[in-house]
């Protein structure tokens, strides 16, 4: 049942702004469910764009040392550790067992990471989403974040003067500052690559294809088909995250297919480009402007002078 | 029932039970927190002494009080001055300020608000220079009409800059953030004219400090009271100490001002520098607050997942339907 507004992926500025030599819109398709966690794209990523390091240490949160996304950390594999009450769901008549290990995995510390045995690992490699509606180029004061051909949203770094305003912007959490630098950075969707017909390099360097990179388009109907063949064999907690044009960024160009709940891998369930209200912010300004000289006004009525 | 039935119904219900808590990843942020240093607060307080004392000196000038008038555009001129110098320092590039004048962008508060800025210092410029000069007297009164005209906006603005970010606590108070940002200016203004004008000619900045006081305090409370669970940084941490002190000096300094300052000029300066204080805490607070909200994922996630099972929205996320 194909999506009506399945192919609807314009921005407010590309294709318009580029007319002839507009790209087709390039992206992700992250599909986690075969992420095995290997964090070739966050090395791929840093090596290609020369990121500089960003050693957090041992964090102790599963075998995330990265932890998040950030100015030198274009792509972030989380880790989820999760007890799914030991197959209690998939074999109810073992209920009794399960409960009995769930006991003993609390008690002795004892647990055996096998998928179906007590544990499941999520594990998920997360990027720049660059939204349709992107709140850190609306916002951007100085034009250094831009629409690029391929309709993906790229810092200009010879422009970029370190206002910081996109960094509360982004609903995502992605941009930020790099603190020797004073500019912002995140991932470009490997720009300079794109522009020689070559794949980013996290894609590249997926060993499971669980980053896939191509025409929106495309990505978002082979999206479809996955979601349909993991529905059909009973992997119903498989959800697209990002692959339709009527959330609140209107799609992203970097979605996903996950196993959980969003919110479970850092993500926001329900992201709002902030200036969708942007309107009612200046609403809110003008009319307190408007108070405030009625106040002042005020101010001279009752005195001497 | 065996104990191992009570576990396993046990274990059967606490899947079923609601979370009251919203999930996460460990616990870390969904958003970043601002990257702005305490030279954007500091802004906040001279962008609206210079913003709102440039419309007090036009209308006092219009009045004929022309103690009170010569007074605030000096101090027009202070706070319009200081602001520039801020926020280039508060710049990660600062030798890159001038990029901010590169474009026009509605979607942009910060970029409305650096022309809005720039208009500011210009015609405030321009007005103090003829205005203690007497030369170019035509020029000098259409600078001081767009000056007084330009400074309403530059006094609230910065309210409408940060409720057009995705932090919680500031995007959900966009509507009454500027009264709140709004009464903080007029209290700035009033006080400071106060504090420098002779008692005979400065009861309407009096009059003006004590209103924007008030206004301030009660709009930080309303705005409290609005956010609901999402105005928690207000009364917690440092934002919510910063609130009760801002709001403590404020009704202080407003008493004071309003008893005393029109009898006694020591009241009056005295009275001015509680206020003063006070309209600082209140920017303070706003600011720490919007780090508070970013850095919980409470904030983000739970509005987010509330509206989702509401039935008001999807959210970004199509599940998987079993079957075929």
């Given at each position: ?190 720009y300079d690559r794109l522009r020689e017909d070559k794949e980013p390099a996290c894609a590249q360097a997926c060993p499971t294809n669980s980053i896939q990179f191509g025409e929106l388009g495309e990505l978002r109907e082979r999206a479809e088909k996955r979601l349909e063949q993991m529905g059909a064999a009973g992997q119903t907690e498989a959800r697209l995250y ?64 | ?192 004219a106060a504090a420098l004008t002779p008692l005979r000619d400065a009861g309407p900045a009096r009059r003006l400090a004590v209103g924007g006081a008030v206004t301030s305090v009660a709009a930080a409370f309303t705005m409290e009271k609005t956010l609901g669970e999402l105005g928690e940084p207000y009364s917690k941490g440092v934002s919510g100490k910063l609130t ?13 001002m309003a008893a005393r300052g029109g009898r006694s000029r020591g009241a009056a300066i005295a009275a001015s520098a509680v206020l003063t204080a006070g309209v600082i805490a209140e920017r303070w607070a706003v600011f720490r607050a919007g780090f508070q909200s970013a850095n919980d994922p409470k904030f983000t996630v739970g509005p987010q997942r509330a509206r ?17």
């Amino acid at each position: 049942m194909p999506n009506p507004k399945l192919l609807e992926l314009d921005t407010h500025s590309w294709p318009g702004s580029y007319g002839d030599s507009a790209e087709p819109r390039m992206g992700f398709f992250t599909d986690t469910s075969i992420c095995i966690g290997c964090k070739a794209c966050e090395v791929a990523c840093k090596e290609w764009n020369q990121v500089p390091d960003s050693l957090q240490g041992f964090t102790g949160k599963s075998y995330d040392n990265t932890t998040a996304l950030g100015a030198n950390d274009w792509r972030h594999v989380a880790f989820i550790e999760q007890r799914t009450a030991l197959g209690a769901e998939a074999a109810a008549e073992d209920l009794v067992q399960a409960a009995e290990r769930a006991n003993a995995a609390d008690g002795w510390g004892l647990q055996t990471y096998q998928e179906g045995e007590g544990v499941r690992w999520l594990m998920a490699s997360d990027v720049c989403k660059h939204c349709t509606s992107a709140a850190c180029l609306d916002v951007c004061p100085t034009g250094a974040l831009f629409r690029t051909e391929f309709g993906t949203v790229v810092v200009q770094e010879d422009v970029c003067n370190g206002c910081g305003y996109c960094v509360p912007a982004c609903p995502f959490g992605v941009i930020d500052k790099r603190e020797d630098d004073g500019r912002v950075w995140k991932c470009t969707l490997c720009y300079d690559r794109l522009r020689e017909d070559k794949e980013p390099a996290c894609a590249q360097a997926c060993p499971t294809n669980s980053i896939q990179f191509g025409e929106l388009g495309e990505l978002r109907e082979r999206a479809e088909k996955r979601l349909e063949q993991m529905g059909a064999a009973g992997q119903t907690e498989a959800r697209l995250y990002g692959a339709d044009s009527e959330d609140g960024v209107d799609g992203f160009g970097a979605f996903f297919l996950l196993l959980d709940e969003p919110e479970v891998y850092g993500l926001p369930p329900d992201p709002v480009v902030t200036t969708r209200h942007v309107g009612q912010v200046w609403a809110g300004v003008f009319a307190g402007a408007a108070a405030l000289g009625a106040g002042i006004a005020a101010a001279f009525i009752g005195g001497r002078k | 029932m065996t104990r191992e039935a009570v576990r396993a119904e046990r274990i059967r219900e606490r899947s079923m039970v609601p979370r009251a808590e919203p999930q996460s990843y460990y616990g870390q942020p969904v958003l970043k927190e601002p990257v702005w240093t305490p030279e954007v607060p500091i802004y906040f307080y001279t962008g609206g002494l210079g913003g709102t004392s440039a419309t007090l000196a036009l209308l006092a000038e219009l009045r004929g009080n022309r103690k009170l008038a010569r007074r605030a555009w000096l101090i027009a001129l202070g706070g319009v001055s200081a602001s520039p110098a801020l926020l280039i320092s508060d710049l990660g590039k600062p030798s890159r300020f001038l990029n901010m004048l590169r474009m026009f962008k509605v979607t942009s508060p910060m970029s409305v608000g650096s022309w809005i800025l720039a208009g500011s210092g210009t015609f405030t410029g321009i007005a103090v220079a003829s205005e203690l000069t007497g030369l170019y007297p035509a020029l000098g009164r259409a600078a001081k009409v767009n000056a007084a005209l330009l400074g309403l906006p530059l006094s609230t603005y910065t309210a409408g800059l940060v409720a057009n970010t995705s932090v919680p606590v500031w995007h959900g108070a966009r509507f009454i953030l500027p009264f709140v940002f709004a009464g903080s200016s007029a209290a700035s203004a009033g006080a400071a004219a106060a504090a420098l004008t002779p008692l005979r000619d400065a009861g309407p900045a009096r009059r003006l400090a004590v209103g924007g006081a008030v206004t301030s305090v009660a709009a930080a409370f309303t705005m409290e009271k609005t956010l609901g669970e999402l105005g928690e940084p207000y009364s917690k941490g440092v934002s919510g100490k910063l609130t009760r002190l801002a709001g403590g000096l404020s009704l202080a300094g407003a008493a004071l001002m309003a008893a005393r300052g029109g009898r006694s000029r020591g009241a009056a300066i005295a009275a001015s520098a509680v206020l003063t204080a006070g309209v600082i805490a209140e920017r303070w607070a706003v600011f720490r607050a919007g780090f508070q909200s970013a850095n919980d994922p409470k904030f983000t996630v739970g509005p987010q997942r509330a509206r989702i099972e509401r039935g008001e929205t999807r959210g970004a996320v199509r599940r998987a339907q079993a079957g075929a």
